[in-house]
């Protein structure tokens, strides 16, 4: 599969009014031969707030938090990073877009004079042990399961790496952007555990200090010389989980951009900020113990689908910003294919099927994670669910550490709805199903389904999509596993959201909201 380069017109021009010659294009990704006209600024803050707090360290090794992995994509490079808001990947540490040997070879040259924030050089030896730390079993990272294909990565010289993988993988370009290169000599010389704490990257910002519930401050890194240099000397991020103490912050210009705006806050904020709602893949998902029956049952899942009234839901809940689940995917996603199966509001048939599993009455508690907009919507759907004959539903609300860590794992309940989006990873379709369809994370640990023949079918079809010769012919396939997860809804989405964003356009520069969790700052100034 090519890749795209994502510069939009703006800052291309602006790019290339200071360098002239310098910017040259090769493929689909652009080759930038001589990046030496890359200018970090010297003056200007951005002070931001963030929705969440900071769960996890900052080793790309293992951090997965909302926070920490957001301030990642701009302490960190990969060979190929993903644009935060536009979702294209472009080269980051790669300085020529990568070659294809044959089906199971590929090299990549890294980018001339790209240092990491203590001023030493990335070499290939950094890229080496960025990849094999991820890759080994030992170190248990999160990331493993989107790179099983390369079999090994080595040096063919100072500048190029060489990938081996075990069989022809078509999204390996796409997938590179998973792994950030880390430097083998600090890690070694400090441990991971002061390097989790104190990340040394070669993005354009470096970490200089963070306080759990409080902030993450960075600076601007001089020896930058990518496309994305760092357009002010330093920037604050406030870690403001609290709603209206983030809306505070933005109405009184304490910050100059906020996360989630609370869909309440938004007609009001508007009068004075900018506000912009986008489309992400981010869902609230409906799953179930399919080991307990009478969820074992798949007409029962299903008549828990039809019996919920999406829309007056999301109307009520969201203020309307969301579209209800017509597929796995949302419909502004580049591989979107609707479902046969769709699930329209429709008590009838909700009760028809549940008593065609020969469930009379049906009696069960509904666990929610604790998120403000989770709590929001929670009532509504036992609303909805409690109209249908024969079914009475109870609630309870349990912070997400409670529900993944106690609640599934013993067994002991029925239904769930949470929220996931998988996509700050990556976007293509074969990382976000094996997210929550590959693997004994999910399919096996939680909603129990991998005995199934259907995930069994699942399994084969990635493993045939991933191999495909063209995404047209992944998409025929990837579109296959989307029926069968629509018709048996093992852990499905109830719809997928739109994430409101507020930023002050009179003080930023070629700000963009995110359609995924947090802020990106990559290519923004101050006014």
């Known amino acids: 599969m090519t890749t795209s380069h994502n510069e939009s017109r703006r800052h291309f021009m602006k790019l290339m009014g200071g360098v002239g010659a310098g910017l040259a294009f090769s493929g689909t990704l652009g080759t930038f031969t001589n990046p030496a006209f ?55 540490l790669a300085g020529a877009e990568p070659v294809q040997v044959d089906d199971t070879t590929w090299r990549i040259t890294l980018r001339d004079g790209a240092t990491f924030h203590d001023g030493k050089p990335v070499t290939t030896e950094d890229v080496i042990y960025s990849f094999e730390r991820v890759l080994n079993p030992e170190n248990k990272s999160l990331f493993a399961q989107f790179i099983p294909y390369i079999d090994k990565v080595t040096a063919v010289d100072d500048k190029t790496v060489e990938f081996k993988l075990k069989y022809p993988f078509a999204l390996f370009t796409d997938r590179l952007t998973i792994v950030k290169i880390v430097p083998k000599h600090v890690i070694e010389a400090v441990g991971q555990a002061k390097f989790d704490a104190t990340p040394i990257g070669s993005g354009p910002f470096k970490f200089v200090s963070a306080v759990k519930d409080d902030r993450i401050v960075f600076a601007a890194h001089e020896g930058y010389n990518g496309i994305y240099p760092a357009q002010v000397k ?7 989980s609290d709603d209206s103490a983030r809306v505070t912050a933005q109405e009184s210009g304490r910050i100059q951009a906020m996360e989630s705006v609370p869909y309440l806050d938004v007609a009001r904020l508007q009068r004075r900020q900018t506000v912009e709602s986008v489309q992400s ?61 769709q699930y329209d509001y429709d008590v009838k048939k909700a009760e028809a099927l549940l ?19 989770v709590k929001d919507c929670a009532p509504l759907i036992l609303e909805s669910w409690n109209k249908i004959p024969g079914v009475k539903v109870s609630l309870e609300h349990l912070q997400s550490g409670a529900l993944y860590g106690q609640a599934i ?62 995404n047209d012919e992944a998409k025929k396939i990837w579109a296959q596993a989307i029926d069968i997860i629509a018709d048996q809804v093992p852990l499905y989405p109830l719809f997928h959201r739109k994430l409101p964003t507020a930023w002050d356009a009179k003080k930023l520069n070629d700000f963009q909201p995110l359609p995924t969790t947090g802020l990106s700052f990559i290519g923004t100034g101050r006014k």
Request: proline share 6%.
């Open 38 to 92: 890359a200018q970090v600024a010297t003056a200007g803050s951005i002070e931001a707030g963030i929705a969440y707090p900071l769960s996890t360290g900052f080793d790309p090794l293992t951090s997965s938090g909302a926070s920490s992995y957001a301030a990642n994509l701009h302490i960190f490079e990969g060979l190929v990073d993903l644009h935060p808001a536009t979702r294209k990947p472009y080269l980051a």
């Open 234 to 240: 330093d920037m604050t991020w406030f870690l403001l």
């Open 281 to 341: 893949f981010g869902l609230l998902f409906l799953m179930f113990n399919c080991e307990k029956a009478p969820f074992n049952d798949p007409k029962v899942r299903k008549a828990l689908h039809y019996g919920l009234d999406t829309q007056a839901l999301i109307n009520t809940a969201l203020m309307g910003n969301a579209e209800p689940a017509t597929s796995f995917l949302q419909t502004t996603h580049a591989d979107y294919v609707k479902a046969p199966t």
């Open 409 to 470: 794992p013993s067994g002991d309940f029925g239904v769930v709805i949470a929220p996931g989006d998988p996509s700050v990873f990556g976007n293509d379709v074969d990382l976000l199903m094996s997210w929550w369809y590959r693997g004994d994370v999910w399919a096996k640990n939680r909603y129990r389904w991998s005995d199934t023949p259907e995930y069994a079918k699942v399994q084969e079809l990635l493993d045939e999509a991933v191999k495909a010769k063209n």
């Open 355 to 373: 008593k065609e599993a020969g469930v009379n009455e049906l009696s069960f508690k509904l666990l929610a994670t604790d998120h403000s907009w």
